[in-house]
């Protein structure tokens, strides 16, 4: 059967260019999935996906006019039911015959073309037919009207289409934006679908202003892209546009000189090239002045607002050069050039008037003004909650440092949230914290306590840098652990994929920060003692916090590679120090690799077991009398006890937990012996209680660096 390959292209207005690639990805996938679905494509057809502002399209590799007939089988029902007596056919079955398409004109002769086979336990009858493959215009009607529900549209709007009556606009459209051309080529040749009021033909749109002709007739399938870019002026490829745009923003800045680079921002990269079908990047700059406005604040009205491409020099210090990606590739890009610092210079100097303006009142002056900003219904003001954050902070400091320590951070938490009511970050939000550096400096508070202002929201996202000091890590654990513990503590819980005020994110946070700073803190204890700072507001939800903490632990260390087996026998134990925990799995996994280690996980599975069921009718005491010790085995085991246990506990207290568990290896034989030889649950009842406390003795000894039962198979 003769193949080609196919292109279909729907031409619609400007689509949303942050769903742009998602868009144009999705059409392709669904399209080429279901073509293959029909037989019309093969597992090897290659699907090219296309996507420019104002259009989306895929190109589909070995696409068959008609696919190939398929044979099929087909149950009817048990022979009981089809034939009477006689074998002859019952009107059930003619009437299922019929139905099928079958010829029933001479009912011997259809029985006689059925065939018979064992069903389960009954005899059934099933009928042989050739389905008829599907023809390309019905397979790819069907694809298209697939991809095109399918698409993952952030937003339907409703249009109506011109019609031949004469009330234009009688039939209404939803989709993403209004469409306006439809193609569809196998080879040369144009396959009569239809999609959202258009007819599918053989020419398209190119560029609004660039465009050598209009409309773009395509010769066939596969000179798709390169008719488009030659007499369209169109990439219509969003990858190939993307890294058009990235070699001219890099040869451009290349020309400015100095070492000069583009901000990096990908997703930036990527609305633009969302943006523009013909990229054309030209050099601009503003007026040096702006540049004492903190270059944060700049970068981001350029980025948001514009959708510029600030350049950084050498040393990552901003420059008053920027670099816009143009749709349009004049001779002259002078008036492009005039245009785009005509319209960024009056953000720049909002900018400037925001930062001088916030510079005239001191950050401790606006402290008072947080209690007029509501952070949360049951739990109080901005105001309320910085006290909360001051308290929680001034008790971890305490644990962490000397007086200077807590003053720093004192200070730090008092104010960390008053650029909160600054005109800056009042039309920017993503720079708070940052302002409040800022403005801490400006108001003489020294780098301590303005890193500290600046740094508390760290870790603001998964990779992002840590606190760079002492006091900001106080602080920024205090601000977590206060929205945690509130909103624990007034049951507003994550839900699936609901976590409005990031409590995943900030757990995570937490435990960075306990982690990789290796804080000397106890997790239940950080948690309880931030409690009280609520007053009556919350009830104490410290366990359940603990436990959600304890499950984004799980979480990320699984994401770093230790199994699910060694990071449960380590977190069974709930360990409070978070900062030891990956040398208690490193030790569990060496511990693994010993050819003890299944016995003795084993055996400690089993005592867990015997004490878990002896327990039910008291606590057993982890004492041993020797006078009662009776067989040898259970003698032998005690002293391997008294020998090893003293060396294993002075490695565990000295951190040393990989070797704290190779010593208690040992213990495999006299425990085996120990389960072979001795009945534990003797009917004496002083024998029985020593054994279960010499079981006891053993379970505590071997269970301090991790749950080993849980590394049983």
């Known amino acids: ?5 196919l292109l279909v292209e729907l031409f619609v207005e400007e689509l949303p260019p942050k769903a742009l690639q998602k868009l144009g990805d999705a059409f392709a996938t669904v399209l080429g999935d279901q073509l293959k679905a029909q037989g019309l494509a093969t597992a090897a057809s290659v699907v090219t996906p296309f996507a420019s502002p104002r259009r989306l399209a895929a190109h ?49 002769a259809a029985v006689a073309a059925l065939k018979r086979a064992q069903d389960g336990k009954a005899e059934a009858l099933f009928y042989d037919s050739v389905v008829p493959g599907a023809t390309l215009a019905g397979g790819l009607q069907k694809a298209l009207d697939e991809a095109i529900a399918k698409l993952p549209i952030p937003k339907v709007m409703s249009y109506q289409l011109e019609t031949d009556c004469e009330l234009p606009g009688w039939t209404s459209v939803n989709f993403v934006r209004p469409a306006h051309g439809l193609v569809a080529l196998h080879g040369s040749t144009v396959v009569p679908v239809k999609a959202l009021g258009l007819t599918a033909g053989n020419s398209t749109t190119g560029h609004r202003f660039e465009a050598a002709v209009s409309p773009v007739v395509l010769k066939d399938a596969d000179s798709y892209a390169a008719t488009l870019q030659k007499d369209g002026a169109v990439i219509a490829s969003f ?25 990096e921002d990908e997703a930036l990269l990527d609305e633009v090239t969302a943006l523009v079908e013909r990229p054309n990047v030209v050099i601009c700059q503003f007026e040096e002045q702006f540049l004492g406005v903190p270059q944060e604040c700049l970068i981001l009205t350029m980025k948001a607002n514009q959708k510029y491409f600030p350049l950084l020099d050498a040393a990552g210090k901003l420059t008053n050069k920027f670099l816009v990606v143009s749709n349009i590739s004049p001779e002259d890009t002078s008036f492009v050039t005039g245009g785009n610092e005509r319209v960024v210079r009056p953000r ?12 005239k ?29 001051r308290a929680i902070a001034k008790a971890i400091a305490q644990q962490l440092g000397d007086a200077q320590l807590v003053q720093d951070a004192d200070l730090a938490a008092q104010l960390a949230k008053t650029d909160l009511v600054t005109d800056m970050v009042g039309e920017f939000p993503e720079l708070q914290g940052i302002m409040g550096g800022y403005y801490a400096l400006n108001d003489g508070l020294g780098e301590t306590v303005a890193n500290a202002i600046e740094d508390h929201y760290k870790p603001r996202f998964a990779g992002d840098t840590l606190p760079r000091n002492t006091a900001g890590v106080v602080v920024a654990l205090a601000d977590k652990l206060e929205t945690l513990v509130g909103m624990f503590g007034i049951g507003n819980l994550p839900t699936g994929d609901r976590d409005p005020f990031a409590l995943r994110r900030h757990a995570l946070g937490v435990i960075r920060m306990l982690v990789e700073k290796d804080l000397p803190l106890d997790l239940n204890a950080l948690l309880a003692g931030a409690v009280p700072a609520f007053g009556d507001k919350i009830s104490d939800a410290s366990a359940q916090l603990a436990e959600f903490i304890y499950d984004r632990l ?24 978070l900062a030891l925990v990956e040398k208690q799995l490193a030790a569990v996994r060496a511990f693994a690799a010993l050819p003890e280690s299944p016995a003795l996980a084993a055996a400690n599975k089993r005592v867990g077991n015997i004490l878990k069921k002896a327990e039910v009718e008291g606590p057993v005491d982890a004492h041993v009398n020797p006078q009662l010790l009776q067989e040898k085995a259970e003698q032998d085991l005690f002293a391997a006890l008294q020998r090893f246990v003293p060396e294993a506990n002075a490695q565990f207290e000295a951190g040393d937990y990989t070797a704290s568990l190779q010593t208690l290896a040992v213990l495999r034989a006299p425990v085996d012996a120990f389960f072979d030889d001795v009945m534990v649950n003797a009917e004496q009842l002083d024998l029985r209680l020593n054994r279960q406390g010499l079981l006891k003795t053993l379970h505590e000894a071997m269970n301090r660096v991790a749950d080993l039962s849980r590394l049983a198979v």
């Open 348 to 359: 720049l100097a909002d900018a400037k008037f925001f930062f001088d303006q916030d510079r």
């Open 554 to 577: 799980a979480g990320s260390l699984r994401e770093q590679g230790y199994s699910a087996q060694e990071v449960d026998a380590v977190l069974a134990l709930r360990p409070q120090r």
């Open 239 to 263: 990858a190939e546009r993307k890294a058009e745009i990235a070699r001219q923003l890099a040869a451009a800045a290349a020309k400015v000189g100095n070492g000069a680079r583009p901000i």
């Open 1 to 5: 059967m003769t193949t080609q390959n």
């Open 60 to 108: 589909v590799t070995v696409v068959a006019g008609k696919a190939a007939d398929k044979a099929v089988q087909q149950k009817l029902m048990p022979v009981t039911v089809g034939l009477d007596k006689d074998g002859n056919a019952t009107p059930a079955l003619l009437k299922k015959l019929q139905a099928l398409g079958a010829d029933v004109s001479n009912p011997a």
């Open 361 to 389: 009142k001191t950050l401790a002056s606006r402290v008072e003004g947080l209690g007029k900003v509501v952070y949360h219904n049951k739990l109080g003001t901005q105001g309320e909650r910085v006290e909360r954050v």
